[in-house]
């Protein structure tokens, strides 16, 4: 089965039967809904996590992946040695599932640049995670 992601402005929303990425400029954003084939493993994902970019190093681009078990309002942001920012790559209403964010980094310079992602729940509950990646020109 495929599935088609489209903004609505609000949230990211799935179509079945069709391709199933957003571009947005140079970010392009795969979500995959958390369905199983196993009655163990069906259902919505269990816990907050944001992964390890691959590929790591990387140049010029590499993907983001993180993974909602519930509506989020996320903030994901790329920033450079001593902290500045240097990239948002999503900002808004997510609901539960994975998301793949492609972050393409040939603006930058070679070094070691962090990624962090803030997602605060409806309750007001957050969760903050940060990694961190390799860019070799």
Excluded: C
């Excluded at 970010?27 to 590929?55: C, H, K, M, W």
């Amino acid at each position: 089965m495929r599935w088609k992601h489209y903004f609505t402005g609000e949230r990211l929303s799935t179509v079945s039967g069709a391709r199933d990425e957003l571009r947005l400029g140079d970010i392009v954003i795969t979500a995959t809904p958390g369905t199983s084939y196993d009655d163990e493993q069906a259902g919505s994902p269990r816990a907050f996590r944001l992964e390890q970019n691959y590929p790591n190093p990387f140049n010029p681009a590499t993907v983001i992946s993180f993974t909602l078990p519930e509506p989020a309002n996320i903030r994901l942001a790329v920033y450079d040695g001593i902290g500045r920012e240097v990239a948002l790559l999503a900002n808004g209403q997510f609901g539960e599932g994975r998301y793949d964010i492609r972050f393409d980094a040939s603006r930058l310079s070679s070094g070691i640049y962090f990624y962090q992602i803030r997602a605060v729940l409806k309750n007001g509950e957050e969760y903050r995670q940060t990694r961190n990646m390799a860019l070799v020109k």
